[in-house]
């Protein structure tokens, strides 16, 4: 845990243009519904750019946060840390990763920390991927292997973590876990030959499989359970001076659960698929169904109290969380609530 907050700490005396990884992407709104209304530009900082965050990116192409009033430039921070730094520092207004880094600033002392207003995914979005194909895979065929896996105190690491100890496999002691690796280059290290295993996100759990390197064995999203894997969170300051910046920006994001709930994933695809342009729709679309068909997102954005318990069940089972913190002080759903 101390590692934990330091790493947040140190981050936060790095004040440069490449701060949140990667240049800013307009997100395509063409404006208002209201003729000459003026628009708010809002700067939201996302911690990858997934699939598996779909319901955010139909928002932005079908135009919902324009028609609340929000001009929405979206960053790619490549870290929850970096995101993290980006929203602290007021480079980005908002801020969309794992809500554990919520808990380790809030912990860490920072007065003007960051609150969670909007849960998107319930469920790890994540797979196994092994080498060869495994008809009938079990957890404990990872006994005595080497898993590419993610960083210590990451939602990814700690929901693999979890499942292992829920079925009675030791982390440290029954496997190797590489952490080594830098967020987004498992896949290509797997590719080259490391590893046995390795636990990665859409796209590249599919790009895996086309290219005959890898297949996927096991959802940690199915085998977690429902976990809230990441939410939406702004400073303090920052939902105090613009409850309503907050309030349209949850709306907009409301119509794309929408959207996702009423929609196929090939409809679904369609939409989505100028932000994910190095893929095709038929690739896009066999992952969205990955994604639906484990009930991945949510049909609204309030972030419930037990949700938020049992994250800080997995913290603490990892080692990561020393003491707990209030709900109350690090979730707010009056936005959410309004908007449903």
């Known amino acids: 845990m101390k590692k934990r907050l330091l790493a947040f700490t140190m981050a936060l005396t ?9 240049g800013q992407k307009n997100a395509g709104q063409q404006g208002s519904d209201e003729p000459g209304a003026a628009m708010t530009p809002v700067t939201l900082n996302e911690v990858a750019h997934s699939i598996f965050y779909a ?26 840390d970096k995101t993290m730094t980006a929203v602290l520092t007021g480079e980005a207004d908002i801020g969309f990763m794992g809500s554990e880094a919520s808990i380790y600033t ?25 080498r060869e194909p495994i008809e ?9 292997t080497e898993v590419l896996g993610g960083r210590a105190g990451g939602m990814p690491e700690m929901v693999f973590e979890y499942i292992l100890k829920k079925n009675g496999i030791d982390p440290q002691a029954d496997l190797s876990i590489d952490q080594s690796i830098d967020f987004g280059s498992t896949a290509a290290a797997f590719s080259g030959g490391q590893g046995d295993f390795t ?4 796209p590249h759990a599919t790009l895996l499989e086309q290219k005959g390197d890898g297949y996927v064995v096991a959802s940690l999203g199915e085998d977690s359970g429902y976990v809230p894997y990441t ?25 794309g659960m929408n959207y996702v709930q009423s929609h196929s994933p090939e409809e679904i695809a369609a939409v989505i698929q100028p932000q994910f342009e190095e893929n095709d729709t038929d690739t896009i679309a066999a992952i969205v169904s990955r994604y639906y068909e484990q009930d991945t997102w949510k049909d609204n954005l309030i972030f419930e109290e037990d949700a938020f318990t049992l994250l800080q069940n997995i913290l603490e089972e990892a080692g990561e969380l020393e003491k707990r913190v209030p ?4 979730v707010n759903t009056d936005f959410a609530e309004k908007v449903k």
């Open 199 to 202: 636990v990665e996100f859409e």
């Open 14 to 22: 790095v004040l440069t243009a490449g701060l949140t990884g990667c």
């Open 231 to 255: 939410a939406f969170s702004a400073r303090k300051s920052y939902m105090e001076e613009n409850p309503d910046v907050i309030l349209s920006f949850t709306a907009a994001l409301q119509r």
């Open 327 to 330: 709900y109350g002080d690090l």
């Open 106 to 130: 809030y912990l860490g002392g920072t007065d003007d920390y960051v609150i969670n207003f909007a849960q998107l995914t319930q469920r790890a979005g994540n797979f196994l991927v092994s």
């Open 136 to 144: 009938h895979f079990s957890w404990d065929m990872l006994k005595g």
């Open 55 to 80: 319901p955010m990116y139909v928002a932005i192409e079908e135009g919902y946060f324009a028609k609340e009033g929000i001009d929405l430039t979206l960053v790619t921070g490549f870290g929850a």
